[in-house]
């Protein structure tokens, strides 16, 4: 499996942001490409590893994370304090990603990265 990414796509996000984005892509890569190998390992025995992967991912917040979390919350119009105490992120994360929902352009760099 080989996979390449923009390095200046994800200078653009936080921490936060980047782990969820490479989650997604990670997982559907992931899904795709063992689809590939049925001889080594049936429907079954890939769809298990997924679960497996995915488990994993969701607990460390590489899937349905703080970011994932936050943008739900913000798009019920849950104002910004409410999801700063519910999700424990700072102010200034929260904003950004309002920002960013509201099609602001992001930095060439974000702040977590400076």
């Known amino acids: 499996m080989d996979i390449s990414l923009s390095y200046e796509q994800y200078q653009r996000m936080s921490m936060n942001e980047q782990r969820e984005a490479l989650g997604i892509h990670l997982y559907s890569y992931l899904a795709e490409s063992i689809a590939k190998y049925t001889k080594h390992a049936d429907k079954t025995v890939q769809d298990q590893l997924l679960q497996l992967v995915k488990s994993w991912m969701l607990a460390n917040h590489w899937l349905e994370g703080k ?48």
């Open 67 to 114: 970011i994932h979390q936050a943008r739900i919350l913000l798009s019920q119009e849950m104002g910004l304090y409410e999801v700063i105490r519910t999700l424990k992120m700072p102010l200034e994360e929260i904003e950004y990603i309002l920002l960013r929902m509201n099609d602001d352009a992001p930095a060439a760099v974000h702040p977590d990265h400076l």
